[in-house]
T-cell receptor, first 110, second 116 residues
Framework: DAKTTQPTSMDCAEGRAANLPCNHSTISGNEYVYWYRQIHSQGPQYIIHGLKNNETNEMASLIITEDRKSSTLILPHATLRDTAVYYCIVRWFNDYKLSFGAGTTVTVRA | GAGVSQSPSNKVTEKGKDVELRCDPI?????LYWYRQSLGQGLEFLIY????????KSGLPSDRFSAERTGGSVSTLTIQRTQQEDSAVYLC??????????????FGPGTRLLVL
């Protein structure tokens, strides 16, 4: 699986958009980009995934560059409850063994 | 609807004792996964159940670990003769198996195991 690179941490103001970058320069054509988050003392929570098109759901938007070597997760209006570790992963469509790296620790401040 | 549930939420045991951890997947989900997450560590795959197929046990760290899934639903992870290095958060996830695309895994809250 392609590896991903994320910033270690970032702060965000409550009510503002949070833009979380992820680099995956070795991604292959059949690998999807997935985002999960883990709030302290809870299990990981699925956020969104995509292959090459931008995606949006009730939680977030995922913007994937045309060359697919990087992506950005956008939380449109961050709240204090969005404080969590955010994981960007890439995986083959039939690879069920999830593996997280260190992720980005996002702190939303009032 | 109800998500993945796990019990107990916390377990403290003495070294050498056996423990059983339970997972109730989302209703209708045919795939079930066990992972563990040690303090400051990433996610470690343990075992995968899919329907009536033989489980993928390739992630189990030793023969002290075993898991079963009864009736295609509830699963139990058993750790025999626990060791201190078994202390971790044990996470269960479930998913629908979609032949066309991805299996999005939905996680439970985890069981925090502490072996003294």
């Amino acid at each position: 699986d392609a590896k991903t690179t994320q910033p270690t941490s970032m702060d965000c103001a409550e009510g503002r958009a949070a833009n979380l970058p992820c680099n995956h320069s070795t991604i292959s054509g059949n690998e999807y980009v997935y985002w999960y988050r883990q709030i302290h003392s809870q299990g990981p929570q699925y956020i969104i995934h995509g292959l090459k098109n931008n995606e949006t759901n009730e939680m977030a938007s995922l913007i994937i560059t045309e060359d697919r070597k990087s992506s950005t997760l956008i939380l449109p209006h961050a709240t204090l409850r969005d404080t969590a570790v955010y994981y960007c992963i890439v995986r083959w469509f039939n690879d069920y063994k999830l593996s997280f790296g260190a992720g980005t620790t996002v702190t939303v401040r009032a | 609807g109800a998500g993945v549930s796990q019990s107990p939420s916390n377990k403290v045991t003495e070294k050498g004792k056996d423990v059983e951890l339970r997972c109730d997947p989302i209703s209708g989900h045919t795939a079930l996964y066990w992972y563990r997450q040690s303090l400051g560590q990433g996610l470690e795959f343990l075992i995968y159940f899919q329907g009536n197929s033989a489980p993928d046990k390739s992630g189990l760290p030793s023969d002290r670990f075993s898991a079963e899934r009864t009736g295609g639903s509830v699963s139990t992870l058993t750790i025999q003769r626990t060791q201190q290095e078994d202390s971790a958060v044990y996470l269960c996830a479930s998913s629908l198996v979609d032949l066309a695309a991805q299996e999005t895994q939905y996680f439970g809250p985890g069981t925090r195991l502490l072996v003294l």
